[in-house]
């Protein structure tokens, strides 16, 4: 019940009373406040049914326990451009959120076995980075301490690459301005300077006492663009700028194209791509071109072969080359518990299975045509994508005595399944996205027709205070641009957010060729 008012000119607010004319409805809110607080918890229950209120500490004290256990979320408003609102939410993170004494204690493995790491200044060292930020001055590294203390000078042990490495300095980091520090103990974030090989998602831990910790999760590339320099004497400078910008950001991913000779550079979203080259004309003053974004398609079997026979023969003085195989190739059923399979947005792509019996085909070469059914997925019969979605059964095959070789089996299954694939029914697949588009009222009719035409599968709409909550399902190489179409649709009213949410098939495609439209 206190009232902060920020002034042109002024970076902290002026705190005082509620004013006059917004006193009634501030009460009326504080009201709703306090039994919504007092449904979930049980001490402000007892308050509210006592008092008929919610003193302050209670009150707080019950926001903190909501926010901790998820059952509460906590809501504040504010303008980080202006820098309005700064002050109260760094109060309210100080206040709600979790001390690292509040979350249970870290885990990670040693050799194979689950340890835990409590939040203590005297356990082993142990911190996890999440940052690495390649500046003018040097390569900070930033990092998360979960147990422990370490300090400048010291030398850590780094799980990804095995290695001992040494932390030269510690800073503390206020936007721009770093603070040097002596220590860094458990609970704090800090930066480094020193470490030569760490990587987002490293586990940094006192050499006597390794431990790895999970590493976050980064999501699949799903637009590509190619990029090249605006002239012959910036093209030697662009690459050393990619790959320090994929080092900054492992969602972001380089490569050089075979065919074409291009480099791509691949990432998850239009904007994200968008920044990273900003990025890059800013911090190295590259002139950059970028061609017409692309989005990762891929490729499945619909209905497959079975009994697909293929022989690799290749004589050509001396020892030759031999193998015969014969493959089943079907559907991959999502959710299937198959050894072996590969994860791809979280369902498995490709599972391989052997059922020759009599020791027809050696085990070795066994391995031999799964590792060349697997250089086979590279490259699909549409159009080049990777494949996907693919079981492969080996039910027969037959070796000669001197001739056959891992070799000659590795390019049977390759060879062999790609002639199976131009012989099954398939489909292209292309990324969705869970798209949620916050419109006015009046703009409900514009907004749903533009995304029908985006080929997009409207799955609700939610009132909210004069505004309609619209979820969709729309493939992403529709929302290009789609943001100025939305802003001049609704006059700059309406907001949107996207989520990946993996691959459907494509729209107008025919069973055995590349999109009709």
Known sequence: MRASVWTDGRDTPEEGPVPETLRAEAERRRRLLEEAVAELHPAALEEFCAEGSVTVPTLVAALRDLTRSGDGVVVLCGSAYRNRGVEPLLDAVVAYLPSPLDVPAVRGTRDGAERERAADPRAP???????????????????????????KGETVWESGAGRVERIGRILRVQADRHAPLERAVAGDIVAVVGLKSARAGSTLTAPGSPLVLEPPTVAEPVVSVAVEAGG????????????????????????????????????????????????????????????????????????GVSGLVHRHVKQ??????????????????????????????????????????????????????????????????????PVTGVRVVLTDGSTHPKDSSEMAFRTAGRNGLREALRACSMVLLEPVVDLT?????????????????RRGQVSGSVPRAGAVVISAVVPLAELFGYATRLRSRTRGRGVFTTRPAGHAPASGTAPHGTPMR
């Open 316 to 385: 050509d003085g001396g020892a030759g080359q031999f193998a015969h195989v014969v493959i089943d190739v079907e559907p991959l059923e999502a959710g299937r518990d198959t050894p072996g399979d590969v994860a791809d947005d979280g369902a498995a792509r490709f599972a391989f299975r052997s059922a020759v019996v009599g020791g027809r085909v050696p085990q070795e070469y066994v391995r031999a045509v799964e590792a060349g059914c697997r250089d086979a997925l590279a490259e699909g019969p549409l159009g080049g994508n």
């Open 232 to 303: 012959t004497t910036e093209a030697d400078r662009l690459m050393p700028a990619l790959a320090r910008l994929a080092e900054e950001d492992p969602s972001l991913v380089v490569r050089t194209d075979p065919v074409t000779g291009q480099t791509v550079l691949s990432g998850l979203g239009e904007l994200h791509l968008e920044v990273a080259v900003e990025k890059i004309r800013r911090a190295h003053g590259l002139e950059i071109r970028v061609g017409r974004p692309r989005v990762a398609y891929l490729e499945t079997v619909v209905r």
């Open 125 to 151: 060292f142990t911190a996890l980075v999440f940052k690495v930020s390649a500046t003018g001055t040097g390569r900070l590294t930033y990092l998360r301490v979960y147990s422990g203390t370490v300090g």
């Open 437 to 453: 588009v916050t419109v006015p009222d009046d703009a409900v009719g514009a907004v749903l027709g533009d995304l029908a035409a």
